[in-house]
């Protein structure tokens, strides 16, 4: 088995798995932290990276229908939240291709471009 590449989005402020610490995204692509996960508070984001998503799931939240995929860390496996696929609620389709993370599996740390 190889190494694993991972991909870096940069910015002053990025978020990163709680496990492993393989960065996910930055503070550019968070448009929401009013959202709530199995966990606690979640965040909705608009670009993740170094994650895999398992298979399209309906399930019943608490906004409605939704067709979800699971989101996992590439690097360590650690499941992190969802991915809104298709939601047939025309007032919940702002969703649509964003991501949900659970603020309880990631970290906020200082990016590479924050200055000291």
Known sequence: MGRVFLRYLGGNTVYSCASCEATLTNKDSLISTRFTGA??????FKQVVNVTLGEVEQRIMMTGKHFVRDVYCIDCATKLGWFYEF??????????????????????????????
Not at 39 to 44: E, F, L, P, S, W
Not at 90 to 100: L, P, S, V
């Open 39 to 44: 966990t606690g508070r979640a965040y909705m």
């Open 87 to 116: 939601t047939p609620n025309a007032d919940q389709q702002y969703k649509e291709g964003k991501y949900i993370l659970e603020k309880s599996f990631i970290v906020e740390l200082r990016g590479l471009n924050a200055s000291s």
